[in-house]
């Protein structure tokens, strides 16, 4: 089964024209290409789009036109493919990131940067009207201990990228974890903490869902406990 990219590019090409997002999705219904249980197939196909032109630039399929619309870029040189190395790792850290773009961009946020592994500062910025999430980013590793590592990096870097302004929760930050390393940081983080700092915590599963965890999650869980 193709993918939500592969599609796009596919459906552009033959288009030869602009297209919004939700007529390539139409289209896409229209000839059974996609198959989701998702509610808003639109929206992931938006989401796709966008992080494959923020990530790519220049050499992406795809080329913004217009709100929502785009054009199939004709100058686009496909990447040669590397012969695929069986990677022991649960869930990889662009998986994580890739997963939380698309949850953000179906939730009406705008990303205004997706750093690369080698990439400075924060793994990912959004913004919504006045309000900003910075957020930093972790896979999970093979070894045993690596759940906790990947929270205690994280929040220790997210808490070099906090910044103090008077406005209350205009700057919002997160820790992106897989499922189980999100289970470590509920119940490690003062939710006391979590409140003042408007520190949340992305948890995300293999299938690719998101959950954002606020202080109140926190609190329940210690409740719980």
């Known amino acids: 089964m193709k993918s939500f990219k592969e599609i796009a590019e596919e459906i552009l090409r033959e288009a030869g024209k602009p297209m919004h997002y939700r007529d390539i999705t139409q ?32 050499n992406s399929p795809f080329i913004k036109v217009g709100s929502g619309k785009y054009k ?3 100058k686009y040189v496909p990447k040669k493919t590397k012969p695929k190395i069986k990677d022991k790792r649960k869930m990889s850290e662009e998986f994580v990131k890739n997963c939380v773009v698309i949850y953000l961009t179906s939730n009406g946020w705008k990303i205004t940067k997706l ?31 690596s759940s906790e590592n990947a929270f205690v990096y994280s929040l220790g870097q ?28 509920k119940r490690r983080i003062p939710w006391k903490l979590a409140e003042k700092l408007s520190l949340y915590v992305f948890s995300v599963k293999q299938n690719g869902s998101v959950k954002k ?9 210690k409740s719980n406990a």
């Open 115 to 145: 750093a690369n592994l080698r990439g400075k500062g924060v793994d990912i910025k959004a913004q919504k009207g006045n309000r900003y999430f910075f957020i930093e980013a972790k896979g999970q590793g093979e070894r045993p201990q």
């Open 158 to 185: 997210i808490i070099t990228r906090m910044k103090v302004v008077d406005a209350k929760h205009a700057y919002n930050y997160m820790i992106a974890l897989p499922y189980e390393s999100a289970q470590i940081a």
């Open 27 to 58: 289209r896409a219904l229209d000839r059974s290409l996609i198959k989701t249980k998702g509610e808003t197939p639109w929206a992931t196909m938006n989401a796709v789009i966008t992080v494959d032109i923020i990530k790519n630039n220049n």
């Open 213 to 221: 965890l606020s202080w109140k999650d926190i609190k329940e869980t």
């Open 72 to 74: 199939y870029n004709t």
